[in-house]
């Protein structure tokens, strides 16, 4: 059987982890990375594209694996390589989702192809897991916990504020919600409850302090109603302790099968790089998207959509032999 | 739409535990229990029918769940249901597993039935989970751990040994060894070393307490090799605290994306009753079983094969709106 030629669009953290993954799937050749930047090279040596050129490559590549940085991206991203192509991306606005499929469900299913939205982990596996878990013990309640793990949005916030020359926020979840949840006990707990917030912050010569971990812990949005830790570090310090972005996180569901009688299924990351792992996600269901428009599928799918037997490069009969 | 008519074959622990769960299902009606004893009646107080009368039913049951006890159970009375039925089972002697699916596929093929085997936890949610997670993580290692849970076999054993009135072993996963495995380390680990055996005995009045110990912790297959306690207990606590059949276990997944950047995937349950979660499984899968069957699938299947949206009774836009 010939390999699954896949193409990359966008070549930051998550397209670069996708040409490392790419590397490892013994069933799959990187044909092309896309980029609306003029890029020099790429690290596999494939050829760098500009997306503009992307039509030309329609007959020669099986997925199109999009790894735009933001929503933003995706929503002008994905149409227009859904037109062309099989996609799959790691949309990840929930509240956009319906309208992002119904977008995408029309391209394709005009063009023939299969588009295979919001694949990495939330959403994503954590999906998944809700969903399985939930069919299992209908009568239950689900726990989600992010982290330990740095969180974008509230890093860059932090460093918006004057004096402060770097910053990364770890979302932590409270290791005794944890407990309460895995031990069987029903717990109603908030977000804010649930989670902790440190604040890593390299401050600028001469500036007040006080002032920036007061601004930090009481914005709005971010960080109000949250206990928060401020933490002032060297350069030198968030240099080589801080540079990765480790993620992670648990999903559980906590439900009675008859009166006093609980069960507790729990499914937890954790994540050394977090753009690396949602870019091995992707690769995975790279693999499903081209076996379901094999399958004749035209339109948007989801994590919901996909026999989990098209994951691997095994054939039925090996998985039910060594996995079953 | 209608509801799901489910049918009963076997009335055990599992058998029960299917009433209780199709009880919780909003889609699904229980309609008849099937048994080789003649049974009084059965707690829902559906009719309580023998298998050779099954045959009357082939038209009012939607979904045949096998609960047979044993391996030696399934293997005859699967491919006589699956003549008649589309049939969900618990199928869990893993090397037979190749030679059951082929015998069940020729049945379901000729009857033009579903047939969807091994469903349970292990087999069943752990293969899942070991599929799912090997997809995204090739370039990683698997580790199962069993426990804190009755071992059904080694009970038994102990309970053959002369002057043990009643008995019970659990299966216990040694807990540096589940720490060493989620930090991400990669220990050879085997089984033997992975777990702890203990049993509580209840000795027969004047019985030669030391000699029960050795011949529990001698016993070859069973205990030879695992560092095992024997506790005697009087009746009356064995009656209090060892009545269940709690279970569980863990699925961890440890593997690179890159050199260094190390990612650790852990799914764990902890049951109060493994009859009753295994027969919640068995319930969500009839679901699956019944869509598989109206979708054309003619054959045997496995956990593999089911796109996890149809164990749900919400449609995919619902799915898509709430979980993902």
């Known amino acids: 059987m010939s390999n699954i030629r896949i193409g990359i669009v966008g070549y930051g953290n998550l397209g670069k982890g996708v040409e490392k993954a790419v590397q490892q799937a013994p069933d799959m050749e990187l044909v092309a990375v896309f980029s609306r930047r003029q890029l020099a090279e790429t690290a596999s040596g494939v050829p760098a594209v500009s997306t503009t050129k992307a039509g030309d490559y329609a007959d020669k590549i099986d997925v199109m ?10 929503a002008e991203q994905g149409p227009q390589f859904a037109a062309l ?8 606005t929930h509240a956009k989702i319906p309208d992002y499929f119904a977008a995408m469900d029309d391209t394709a299913k005009a063009s023939g192809k299969t588009a295979l939205i919001s694949i990495g982990w939330d959403p994503g596996l954590f999906s998944l897991q809700r969903l399985v878990a939930g069919a299992v013990l209908p009568n239950g309640t689900d726990y989600t916990f992010w982290g330990k793990g740095v969180s974008q949005g509230h890093s860059d916030a932090v460093r918006r504020i004057p004096g402060v020359k770097n910053a990364k926020q770890y979302t932590t979840p409270r290791e ?8 069987g006990k029903h717990p109603a707990l908030t977000g804010t409850e649930a989670h902790i917030r ?13 002032a920036i971990e007061t601004a930090i812990k009481t914005m709005p949005n971010y960080f109000v109603g949250y206990e928060t830790h401020v933490n002032f570090i060297s350069e030198e310090t968030f240099n080589r302790e801080h540079a990765g972005i ?8 906590s439900g009675q099968t008859s009166e006093g009688v609980n069960h507790v299924i729990e499914f937890a990351l954790t994540l050394d790089s977090n753009p690396e792992f949602t870019a091995s996600v992707l690769t995975a269901y790279a693999r499903a998207a081209h076996r379901l428009s094999q399958h004749g599928h035209k339109g948007a799918a989801t994590i919901f959509d996909v026999p989990p037997a098209w994951l691997s490069p ?4 090996e998985l039910r032999k060594e996995l079953l």
Chains 1, 2 share one sequence.
């Open 65 to 74: 694996l999009l790894c735009g940085g933001s929503a933003t991206d995706l």
């Open 85 to 92: 192509f099989n996609t799959v991306d790691s949309f990840d």
């Open 176 to 183: 005794a919600a944890i407990e309460a949840v895995r031990s």
């Open 198 to 210: 440190d604040c890593y912050v390299v401050a600028q010569e001469g500036a007040d302090l006080a």
């Open 246 to 253: 480790p993620h992670g996180g648990f999903v559980f569901r």
């Open 314 to 317: 095994k054939t039925a009969a």
